[in-house]
């Protein structure tokens, strides 16, 4: 049963779990090298860049409590009892759910009839109720669980600062894994095209060509509709449609590069392409890459919104700030109007975004000697 | 007469051209003979200063001699072997032994690299460590340029000019090289560090035996350099001699007009001779010899046939129609 196996959680859980020890080792090696302990060195001082990978490491780390789960045995809802297979006498499990679901179902579980506004203890709109005098009147009913939710709650009662943070996960895998798939592209082909130029150049340069003229839209669509909607799918398409610019980039710095005197002086020492490429070349192109991934991570994120606003997004089941937004836009039409969802998702794009971009921005600085 | 040692370097008839491509079927509409029929020898532990205008294609002919142009034709013997001969391996371990500094001190080290792995670089990849670390090794080298070992893990941009060309010095010098192309190796550099720079290139000749090809436009520099002086002129060689000769009794116009622009402190300045005009475009040489549009004694065959190479027994040889005095 592969499929139904790759749906489990265990397929899940061991996949973060190997990303996770991925990430580690790739920590650990870095931090052998000087050049790298340094830069760390570096980025420690700079006040901003801490505050932002702290809040990072808090998104990721909810990103991480929202991808690893569990099923537990289903109870029965009043009491509690653990429901039986009637024959076999197996214990029934649920369907599961991640750990973040598990912290997040003491204000999850508060639902309320309909819209409410943040912190308030009334429903938003107005009811008709009877009064003591027997006289219909237009009343704020008092909530069931008053002011306990932060960003409110939508149409059908649910809690909103609960869907954003469910939200979390799928913007930083749209944001990393589109990255992780265009960055080593890029990489390879900007560099190799660069650096031999002749029909490797050309070549990488007719793909790219071919591969820019098709506007992006209409390229996820397709690939939407060919693959199916949801997050790898999209994180995919989005990844081929993206890496042709960094590659463009990097195969004009390494033309700059390819001419500087220090590759000339290595050229003369004999040593071979795949090594200048390696030390010279990519260690001076790494900025480069950096201010594109920083600014394609933010992008991306605001990316996945416009694309699931478009409907060709990560698909009805799964929570996205893009789906919040486009529950808005109908929101923002009512009068009065309900701005809460489309606050809480911006609030959390930002949340996530700025500190990208500082963090980014502090990283190039701190890989750059010049500017130590 | 003794009998001639055997050279290190022989270049015979070397040229460079480089393809002007045109249109969108990438024809060659034409060439720039950047170095045109270039012939010269150097002796193992001996300096050719090559001397010449901006544009004439000294960096060229460096650049060709360390394998970094590919030439159009000629050849190029290093050790008695045939350089274009050569492939894969056996080149890259001949090559090892010519290596090249750079004029520009500040992009001839890689920004993102510390002292250490800039020197050691070629030896770790060539495994000439021997048993040792890469940190005794830079110290080594760094001791030999006449630096202290404290600078190991510090970034190119953290010094200066003379520093930074005693480093690539050092990593020159990292592969063991019987032959150095100093591209303008002091031209980018104050007057007092000039100083240091060559005083080192002469005491590193001294005691490693080391021959140089001294590229430079600084007379002066390459006077107090050179055993024998080449003069560049788009692409060709139009004199060459033992340093004294070529200083003292120039024949072809074009290194007198070099000369009489030196100033000399003490001397009556001679007459200047002015150049009018500019350097001709290699891409399109005049007919003839190629100094003919500017030299200030043409003749009507100058046009017309290219000079012939005249040489006394001296070895002083220079291009030129006009018989000298």
């Known amino acids: ?372 | 007469m003794t009998e001639a040692p055997e050279p290190l370097l022989k270049v015979c008839d070397l040229r460079v051209w480089f393809p002007i491509r045109k249109g969108v079927l990438n024809r060659i509409a034409g060439q720039v003979r950047a170095v045109d029929g270039v012939s010269f020898t150097i002796l193992p532990g001996e300096t050719l200063g090559l001397v010449g205008e901006s544009g004439c294609g000294k960096t060229t002919l460096g650049r060709a001699l360390m394998g970094l142009e590919k030439p159009a034709g000629g050849r190029i013997i290093f050790n008695g072997q045939d350089l274009g001969a050569l492939t894969g391996q056996a080149r890259r371990q001949l090559r090892r032994h010519s290596q090249m500094i750079f004029q520009d001190p500040f992009s001839s080290l890689n920004p993102r690299m510390t002292v250490q792995e800039l020197v050691t670089e070629g030896l770790v990849h060539h495994r000439l460590l021997q048993g040792r670390t890469r940190t005794e090794s830079a110290r080594e080298l760094l001791a030999s340029v006449g630096m202290d070992g404290d600078c190991l893990f510090r970034y190119p941009h953290e010094f200066s000019g003379g520093q930074r060309q005693r480093i690539s010095l050092a990593r020159a010098l990292s592969l063991q090289p019987h032959f150095l192309v100093c591209d303008e190796p002091v031209s980018a550099l104050d007057v007092s560090v000039q100083a240091q720079v060559i005083n080192l290139l002469l005491d590193l000749r001294e005691r490693h035996g080391l021959a140089y090809l001294f590229i430079s436009h600084d007379l002066s520099v390459v006077r107090l350099m050179s055993h024998r002086v080449a003069v560049m002129y788009l692409g060709k060689i139009v004199e060459c001699g033992a340093t004294s000769d070529v200083m003292e009794t120039a024949c072809h116009p074009y290194t007198r007009a070099l000369l009489s622009a030196v100033p000399r402190p003490g001397k009556h300045q001679d007459k200047r001779i002015i150049l009018t005009g500019d350097l001709p475009s290699p891409a399109a040489p005049p007919p003839g010899c190629p100094f003919h549009p500017r030299c200030p004694q043409a003749l009507p065959v100058c046009a017309q046939q290219a000079p012939p190479v005249r040489t006394l027994d001296n070895g002083h040889s220079w291009a030129c129609h006009i018989t000298p005095d």
């Open chain 1, 1 to 372: 049963m592969p499929a139904t196996f790759f749906q489990s959680w265990w397929f899940q859980n061991l996949l973060t779990l190997g990303l996770l020890t991925g990430a580690a080792l790739l920590a650990w090696r870095l931090s052998r090298r000087e050049y790298w302990r340094n830069a760390f060195h570096e980025i420690c001082r700079n006040r901003l860049a801490v505050i932002s990978f702290i809040i990072l490491c808090g998104y990721g780390a909810i990103a991480i409590l929202d991808s690893v789960g569990w099923r537990r045995p289903l109870r029965h809802p009043e009491t509690g009892e653990v429901a039986r297979h009637p024959e076999t006498g197996k214990v029934i499990l649920d369907q599961g759910a991640s750990a973040l679901d598990y912290l997040l179902a003491p204000i999850s579980a508060k639902r309320e009839k309909t819209y409410s506004a943040p912190l308030a203890a009334t429903d938003y709109t107005p009811t008709t109720a009877m009064s003591s005098t027997g006289q219909p009147q237009r009343v704020h009913a008092p909530l069931t669980y008053p002011r306990s939710h932060l960003f409110g709650t939508d149409r059908i009662g649910q809690d909103v600062f609960c869907q954003a943070c469910k939200s979390i996960r799928t913007g930083i895998i749209i944001g990393l894994l589109t990255t992780i798939l265009a960055v080593p592209f890029a990489l390879v082909f900007g560099t190799a095209a660069g650096y031999y130029g002749g029909w490797i150049d050309d070549a990488t340069q007719y793909v790219c060509a071919v591969l820019s003229s098709i506007p992006t839209v209409l390229f996820i669509a397709a690939f939407m509709i060919i693959f199916g909607q949801g997050l790898p799918q999209l994180a995919l398409a989005m990844g081929i449609a993206s890496w042709t610019g960094l590659c463009r980039l990097l195969r004009g710095e390494t033309i700059r590069l390819r001419e500087t005197d220090f590759v000339l002086a290595a050229k003369a020492m004999g040593v071979p392409s795949w090594r200048i490429i390696l030390r010279h070349i990519v260690p001076n192109v790494l900025h480069l890459i950096l201010i594109t991934t920083v600014i394609r991570f933010s992008s991306e994120v605001l990316a996945e919104a416009a694309f699931t606003y478009l409907g060709i997004g990560v698909g009805a089941d799964t929570m996205s700030w893009g789906a919040m937004i486009n529950d808005a836009r109908t929101e923002l039409t009512r009068e009065p109007i309900i701005w809460w969802k489309l606050a809480a998702a911006f609030t959390f794009m930002v949340g996530l975004v700025l500190p990208a971009n500082l963090f980014g921005d502090a990283v190039r600085d701190a890989l750059d000697p010049r500017l130590r």
